[in-house]
Every structure is written in structure tokens, then in C-alpha cells.
């Protein structure tokens, strides 16, 4: 399964961004869908993921309600949604797909988009 997530950019503190992570060479039904980030110099960490069955995790450590996540299946892609954007956002977001039912480890996930970056100023 290939992984192409766009939307990243530019955006003031306070704004919103919707991402999109569109797979090809395989269908997203069959998989769990994860979004984490990585910023410079830090591990990457769990965002979010949407479960074969549509049902959401959202991370709880930094999110405060501020992030969402759904899916389309027709459409073979996946679109996480920020609210509310904080600096401390900023960070290279990567999608990744794994065939467990959930988890919210990246050394769980089998395949990896390249990465999009969200920068968010102050």
C-alpha cells in the first residue's frame, strides 16, 4: 500500500488545517489508519487513528478536542482535521496504515506516507 498525504503548510496560530492522506495498491477498508508527527529533534508521536469500522481514537495527550479524524472508504482516503492550532503543532505528519484492529505505537504501523509539513506561527 503506497501513502500520500498532503495539505500540510503555513498557517497562523489559532487556524485550521485539513490533511489528506489518499492510499493506493490497496484499500483502506482493510486496514487501520494512523496520523502521527514527529517535529525536529523529537520521537514521532500518535495524532490519531480510524479503525476498519470508522470508529476514532484521537490522542488525548496534546489534542485537548482540538483534532479529528474520519475516513472514506469509496474514496480510499483518509482526512484528519486541526482546529485551533497552537506553534507547539509544527511538525512533519505522516500517515500509516496497519492491519491490527487498533494501536496508537508507530513500530505497530506497516506502511508510511511521506510526510507533510504543518507549520504554525505565532
Known amino acids: 500500500v503506497q501513502l500520500q498525504a498532503s495539505g500540510g503548510g503555513l498557517v497562523q496560530a489559532g487556524g485550521s488545517l485539513g490533511l489528506s492522506c489518499l492510499a493506493s495498491?490497496?484499500?483502506?477498508?482493510?486496514?487501520?489508519m494512523g496520523w502521527f508527527r514527529q517535529a525536529p529533534g523529537k520521537e514521532r508521536e500518535f495524532v490519531a487513528a480510524t479503525r476498519k469500522n470508522g470508529v476514532s481514537t484521537i490522542s488525548g495527550n496534546f489534542v485537548k478536542g482540538r483534532f479529528g479524524i474520519s475516513r472514506d472508504n469509496a474514496k480510499n482516503t483518509v482526512y484528519p482535521q486541526m482546529n485551533n492550532l497552537e506553534p507547539e503543532d509544527t511538525a512533519n505528519y505522516y500517515c500509516?496504515?496497519?492491519?491490527?484492529?487498533?494501536?496508537?505505537?508507530?513500530?505497530?504501523?506497516?506502511?508510511w506516507g511521506q510526510g507533510t509539513l504543518v507549520t504554525v506561527s505565532s
Open positions: 500509516a496504515a496497519t492491519m491490527l484492529y487498533y494501536s496508537g505505537h508507530p513500530n505497530d504501523y506497516t506502511y
Open positions: 495498491g490497496g484499500t483502506i477498508s482493510s486496514y487501520t
